[in-house]
């Protein structure tokens, strides 16, 4: 049984500061790891992807990656109140076909202004 | 840029009831998904189909069907609503590469109130 574990929270962050969101899976076949954001009562959309060990930036995002450790994160710089939402973590299998695609239930991120 | 589209954004229905759901897609994506949300419990796998006329259970089948049969579009149908299946639900579709899948993007989400 694959697992994607996150805490759920809620994590609240001042305004300004960084929010640091954690994930750990359990199979160490996986290869390809994404970040969804959630606004309450929206769908997810997809705002990071990552697939090799290190650090990924993109914008105010800047996804970790530690295949080693089996751990990925999620960092967000000068958080804002438009931040605050709940973040999924997803993990694909490689080879794993149509339903290689394993999600966390989310960390709730609050940012208090 | 990716579009995932569901019919519905709220539905009221009675138990009982047969209700459809329907899921387009504008990026010809093989595989298609359809997903319920509750809180606490995340995101839980209904149904998925990675071509036309296939489907595959997912970790919750029981109430459920589907329906694909064309790449686009990917229908959940519940034969007879109940309360306990109100719910939010989002259909995703993804392409494959080789044999593993790209990301997922998600359709709007649909609110079923089953009353």
């Known amino acids: 049984q694959k697992e994607v574990e996150q805490n759920s929270g809620p994590l609240s962050v001042p305004e300004g500061a960084i929010a640091s969101l954690n994930c750990t899976y359990s199979d160490r076949g996986s290869q390809s790891f994404f970040w969804y954001r959630q606004y309450s009562g929206k769908s997810p959309e997809l705002i990071m992807s990552?697939?090799?060990?290190g650090d990924k930036e993109d914008g105010r995002f800047t996804a970790q990656l530690n295949k080693a450790s089996q751990y990925v994160s999620l960092l967000i710089r000068d958080s804002q109140p438009s931040d605050s939402a709940t973040y999924l973590c997803a993990v694909n299998e490689e080879g794993g076909g149509a339903d290689g695609l394993t999600f966390g239930k989310g960390t709730h991120l609050i940012i208090q202004p | 840029d990716v579009k995932v589209t569901q019919s519905s954004r709220y539905l009221v229905k009675r138990t009982g009831e047969k209700v459809f759901l329907e899921c387009v897609q504008d990026m010809d994506h093989e595989n298609m998904f359809w997903y319920r949300q509750d809180p606490g419990l995340g995101l839980r796998l209904i149904y998925f189909?990675?071509?036309?006329?296939?489907?595959e259970k997912g970790d919750i089948p029981e109430g459920y069907s589907v329906s694909r049969e064309k790449k686009e579009r990917f229908s959940l149908i519940l034969e007879s609503a109940s309360t306990n299946q109100t719910s939010m639900y989002l259909c995703?579709?993804?392409?494959?590469?080789?044999?593993?899948?790209?990301?997922?993007?998600f359709g709007p989400g649909t609110r079923l109130l089953v009353l």
């Open positions: 189909s990675y071509d036309v006329k296939m489907k």
């Open positions: 995703a579709s993804s392409h494959m590469t080789g044999l593993s899948q790209e990301t997922q993007y």
């Open positions: 990552i697939y090799s060990n």
